[in-house]
């Protein structure tokens, strides 16, 4: 009999989350058992759960949403270098009673921008959010190139925090904190939304302005629903929207293959599961 695998998401709420389809999905497609549960855990709970769940030996890895992706840092035994650069985790591997903090997010922003054919090389990108996902984005863009970022979040102390800890990590890509509303006076390829607005149980909000770069393209990390208010709006200024779907898709993918090994034909794969999901639920 074949061994079935179990793993899962935890954060808080936890209904929003389509990482349990696309592992039910992964399992049937690779013909590999695993059984995948959404967890939602309170900040409070994350020590207990998470060493409960070590000593059980029976988790192969949890994926990490909102809000514990900077939180979980410190519960975990060790970090990659990969997570260590960005200061979030959005993956666990449970491996030989250590719990590794991992980050696929920063591989599937990546995959996500290929995808699109988007150059960021000496180029200027806004970013909105200064959470763990934004930190990701920090991470990404400067390693494609990006000349400049603009952090802009609510609480600006926290953008000049992310600005001086990139900063310190990419010398050749400055990181500055723009205040709300404001739009730099230069050119900008690339605006992510890297908040919760717009997604379900959020305000349904963008931090748009009315100035934004015709032609510029609009990520927005938020997949459901797959159409956002940040979208719309940059589609009616003449933007390129570009949803949260694709780097859901490609972070999973990635987090299979470190606990459960490599896949064949990805980009097939990867379109297969686009397309199961959006009939599902999007």
């Known amino acids: 009999m074949d061994k079935t695998y179990l793993a899962g998401v935890i954060g808080y709420p936890i209904k ?14 690779l013909k590999t058992p695993v059984v995948y549960l959404p ?23 949890v994926n990490v949403t909102i809000p514990h992706k900077e939180k979980v840092i410190k519960h975990v035994d060790r970090l990659t270098p990969t997570a260590k650069s960005v200061g979030a985790v959005n993956l666990i591997h449970f491996k030989n009673q250590t719990l590794i903090g991992d980050n696929s997010d920063v591989y599937g922003i990546k995959e996500t921008l290929k995808e699109h054919k ?61 205040s709300l509303n404001k739009e730099p006076k230069e050119k900008i390829a690339l605006y992510v939304n890297a908040t919760p607005l717009g997604m379900q149980g959020f305000p349904k909000k963008s931090p748009l302005t009315s100035l934004a770069c015709k032609n510029a393209f609009a990520f927005d990390l938020v997949y459901r629903p797959e159409s956002t208010v940040f979208l719309r709006d940059a589609k009616k200024q003449g933007l390129q929207p570009i949803g949260g779907l694709d780097m859901l898709i ?16 990805r980009q097939k794969l990867k379109k297969a599961l686009s397309n199961y999901i959006r009939k599902k639920v999007l």
């Open 118 to 178: 988007i150059s960021l090389r000496g180029k200027s990108v806004i970013l909105y959010g200064a959470g763990g996902a934004a930190k990701a984005v920090c991470t990404a863009v400067a390693q494609l190139g990006a000349k400049k970022v603009w952090i802009q979040n609510r609480t600006t102390v926290k953008s000049t925090k992310l600005c001086r800890f990139f900063s310190r990590q990419f010398t050749k890509t400055q990181f500055s904190s723009l």
């Open 16 to 29: 929003h989350s389509l990482s349990p389809l696309l592992f039910e999905f992964l399992s049937k497609k």
């Open 250 to 265: 490609w972070q999973a993918i990635a987090s299979w293959e470190l606990w459960f090994g490599k896949v064949s034909q």
């Open 39 to 61: 967890l939602a855990i309170k900040t409070n709970e994350l020590k207990t759960k998470l060493k409960n769940a070590k000593d059980l030996c029976v988790f192969s890895g």
